[in-house]
C-alpha cells in the first residue's frame, strides 16, 4: 500500500514538473522576441519610423530657420544700402563659408551630430537679430564672418545626416538605397525651397504699404524672422542622434595623428577623385545661379518695375516652383541616368532665360515676364538641389562629410564671387556670365555620364 501511495505521489510529482516546464517554455516564447535587442519587431518598427521622422524635422526646422534668413537676404542689399554694407556683409558670408567648409568635416564629426546642428544655427540668429539695432560695419562684419563658420558646419552636417538617415532606411526597409536617397533629398529640398515662397510672402505681407516700407514695418518683420528661427532650433533638439550609423565608413582612431591625416584625406583626397572634378563645375554653377537671383534678378530686374515690396511677391513665385520641383525631382530620382535627364531639363530652362535676358532685355520689365523667369529659375534652383545632394550621396559613401564640404565650399565660393563683383558688373556682362558657366558644367556632367558611374569609379588621378 505505502508503494502504491508513493507510486501515485511521484506520478503526480512528475506531471506537475512537465506543466510547470511546459508553462516556462511558453512564456519565454512569448517573451522572446522583446529579449531579442535590435532584431525585435517593436525595435525595427520603431528604427524604420525614425529615419523618416527624423527627415520630417530636419526638413521643416530647416524651413523655419532659413524663410528668415532666404528672405532677409533677399532684401540685405536694400535695406542695408549705405557704402555696400548689405552686399558685402553677404560677400563675407559666403567666402567665410567657403573657407571653413575646408575644415568642416573634421569639426562635424568631433562634435557630433546634433551638436553639429544646433552650433550652425547661432549664426543664422545673430545675423537676423543684429537687423533689430543699428547696423554698422564694425558689427556686420564680424557677425558675417561668424555667420560663415556656422554655415559650413550645419550644412556640411545636413548633408551627411540627410544621407545616413536615407541609407539606414534603405537598409532597414529592403529598398533601392539610390531610390530612398533621392526621396529624402526631394522631401527635404521641396520643404526647404518653400522657405523663399513662405519667407517672401511675410515679406509682401508686412512690406505691402509702400514698395521700400516703413521702418516699423522693416523692424517688425525682423522680429517676426527671428521668432520663426527660434522654433526651428528648438525643434532640432527633437532629432535622433546618428554618431554611431555616419562612423559606420569612418576610422575610428581617435589620435591626434589620425586626426590631422584624416583631415588632410577629407579636404585633399576629394580632389583626386575623377567623379568629384567631373561635378565641381556643377557645384559651382548651383552657387553662381543662386546668387545671380538674390543679387542681379532682384536688383536689376525685379526692383526697377515692383519696387523692393515686389521682391517678396516675385521670389515668392520662385519658391513655389523650387519647391514643386525639388519634391518632383527627388521622386523621379533613381540612379545616374534619371539625374543625368533631370539636370539636363533644369540646365536648359535656366539657359532660355538667361538667352530671354540678352536677346530681349526690354520685355523683362513686363509683370508676366518676371513672373515666368522667376519660375524657370526656380525650377532650375530644385533640379540642381535634389540631384547633386543625390549624386554624392550616392558616389561618396565612405567619405559623406568630405563630399558635401567640398560642395559647399565650391558653392559659397561662387555665390561669394558675384557679391563682390556686382558693383562692378553690368546685367549684361552677368548674364553672358551665367550663360558661360552652365554651358561648361552641363558638357562636364555629360562627360560624366557618358562614362557612366562603374567606369569613372575605377580611375583615379
Excluded at 533644369?346 to 508676366?368: D, K, M, P, R, T
Excluded at 515676364?369 to 549624386?391: C, H, K, R
Aim: net charge neutral; glycine share 8%.
Amino acid at each position: 500500500m505505502c508503494c502504491e501511495d508513493r507510486d501515485r505521489n511521484d506520478s503526480k510529482l512528475k506531471l506537475l514538473l512537465a506543466v510547470a516546464m511546459e508553462s516556462l517554455d511558453s512564456r519565454n516564447d512569448i517573451e522572446k522576441p522583446l529579449l531579442r535587442g535590435d532584431d525585435s519587431p517593436v525595435l525595427m518598427t520603431q528604427k524604420k519610423r525614425t529615419h523618416a521622422r527624423d527627415v520630417h524635422i530636419l526638413s521643416f526646422s530647416f524651413l523655419l530657420i532659413f524663410l528668415a534668413f532666404g528672405a532677409a537676404q533677399n532684401l540685405e542689399s536694400s535695406v542695408n544700402t549705405d557704402k555696400g554694407l548689405g552686399t558685402t556683409s553677404l560677400g563675407i558670408v559666403y567666402l567665410s563659408f567657403a573657407l571653413f567648409s575646408l575644415v568642416a568635416s573634421p569639426v562635424v564629426r568631433a562634435l557630433g551630430s546634433k551638436t553639429a546642428l544646433m552650433l550652425g544655427t547661432t549664426g543664422y540668429w545673430l545675423f537676423i537679430a543684429v537687423h533689430l539695432i543699428k547696423q554698422t560695419w564694425y558689427i556686420m562684419y564680424p557677425i558675417s564672418l561668424y555667420l560663415g563658420f556656422a554655415s559650413s558646419i550645419i550644412w556640411v552636417e545636413q548633408g551627411t545626416y540627410l544621407t545616413s538617415a536615407a541609407r539606414s532606411h534603405a537598409r532597414d526597409n529592403n529598398l533601392h538605397e539610390g531610390t530612398t536617397i533621392g526621396n529624402f533629398n526631394g522631401e527635404f529640398w521641396m520643404m526647404f525651397a518653400c522657405r523663399q515662397f513662405v519667407g517672401n510672402l511675410l515679406s509682401l505681407a508686412i512690406l505691402r504699404d509702400g514698395s521700400e516700407g516703413t521702418p516699423g514695418q522693416t523692424k517688425f518683420l525682423y522680429v517676426v524672422f527671428l521668432c520663426s528661427m527660434t522654433l526651428g532650433i528648438i525643434l532640432l533638439c527633437f532629432l535622433s542622434s546618428r554618431d554611431n550609423v555616419e562612423k559606420e565608413y569612418q576610422d575610428s582612431s581617435h589620435s591626434f595623428f589620425a586626426s590631422l591625416i584624416c583631415f588632410l584625406k577629407s579636404v585633399i583626397t576629394p580632389l583626386f577623385d575623377v567623379r568629384m572634378l567631373l561635378i565641381i563645375p556643377l557645384m559651382a554653377y548651383t552657387g553662381l545661379q543662386q546668387a545671380f537671383v538674390w543679387a542681379e534678378f532682384t536688383k536689376y530686374v525685379v526692383t526697377p518695375t515692383l519696387g523692393m515690396s515686389g521682391v517678396g511677391g516675385v521670389m515668392a513665385v520662385y519658391g513655389f516652383f523650387d519647391a514643386i520641383c525639388s519634391l518632383v525631382a527627388g521622386r523621379l530620382t533613381s540612379g545616374l541616368k534619371s539625374i543625368s535627364l533631370i539636370v539636363s531639363g533644369g540646365a536648359l530652362l535656366q539657359a532660355i532665360v538667361f538667352i530671354w535676358l540678352l536677346v530681349n532685355y526690354s520685355q523683362a520689365s513686363e509683370l508676366l515676364s518676371i513672373v515666368i523667369m522667376a519660375a524657370l529659375l526656380g525650377i532650375g534652383d530644385g533640379v540642381f538641389n535634389t540631384q547633386i545632394s543625390a549624386l554624392l550621396g550616392i558616389f561618396f559613401k565612405c567619405d559623406t562629410e568630405g563630399a558635401f564640404a567640398q560642395l559647399k565650399v565650391w558653392q559659397s565660393g561662387a555665390v561669394a564671387v558675384v557679391f563682390f563683383i556686382s558693383p562692378c558688373i553690368s546685367l549684361e556682362a552677368m548674364v553672358v556670365v551665367m550663360l558661360t558657366a552652365v554651358c561648361i558644367a552641363y558638357g562636364v556632367f555629360v562627360y560624366l555620364f557618358l562614362h557612366g558611374e562603374e567606369a569613372m569609379s575605377s580611375l583615379r588621378l
